[in-house]
Nanobody
Framework: QVQLVESGGGLVQAGGSLRLSCEAS????????VQWYRQRDEKERELVAD???????KYSDAVRGRYTITQDSAKTLVFLQMNNLMTEDTGVYSC????????WGQGTQVTVSS
């Protein structure tokens, strides 16, 4: 079964940037999409960005214009570039691949200080 591993989280000041990576153990089959979710405190996990095999991207209203989701040509790496970070962006960020499978990574902590 494919495995996903996130990296790139950490502590950053408000206004700063981070780039998260989601690496898959194998390339996807025909149909797939990769999403980034975040969970803040005790709140529900929310979808923040999505990219399909055709490079179509979607963003939540909360991050649109600040976050950018991209993938490499081998389709095993998906990145989430996060700019102009705010304290409310703090949370655990997880990637998920759907379509050929439904697999989650373990998550990476992002902490934005004021």
């Amino acid at each position: 079964q494919v495995q996903l591993v996130e990296s790139g989280g950490g502590l950053v000041q408000a206004g700063g940037s981070l780039r998260l990576s989601c690496e898959a153990s194998e390339s996807p089959s025909e149909y797939y999409a990769v999403q980034w979710y975040r969970q803040r405190d005790e709140k529900e996990r929310e979808l923040v960005a999505d990219i399909s095999k055709w490079y179509i991207t979607k963003y939540s209203d909360a991050v649109r214009g600040r976050y950018t989701i991209t993938q490499d040509s081998a389709k095993t790496l998906v990145f989430l570039q996060m700019n102009n970070l705010m304290t409310e962006d703090t949370g655990v960020y997880s990637c998920r691949r759907t379509g050929d499978s439904d697999v989650w990574g373990q998550g990476t902590q992002v902490t934005v200080s004021s």
